[in-house]
């Protein structure tokens, strides 16, 4: 029997080794940012808004439909960051957005 350790990956969740190809890909497709529908969005996109959402600490409320030009990812992938006219430092959540 080979030992697997040197070229293998042990998944623990799945009780399998896997190959570091297997497990780089599986890491990038948690990476992703999704919006509502699932498209894979990316910095620079233009993304709508698919409810009214209230904006804490701005007292308004950003309209469904508003287009958002020229997001930007975070850390987080279910975060992105967001410029908008009259809102500075606009953090919104990607399950509120549709890509454009």
Known sequence: MTDHSDQYVYDEATGEWKSPEEVAAAAAAKSQVRDSVGNVLADGDQVVL????????????????????????TDDPEEIDCRHDTI???????EFVRKR
Request: net charge positive; charged share 30%.
């Open 50 to 73: 698919v409810k009214d959402l209230k904006v804490k600490g701005a007292g308004q409320t950003l309209k469904q439909g508003t287009v958002i030009r020229s997001i930007r990812l």
């Open 88 to 94: 500075k430092g606009l953090v919104l959540r990607a």
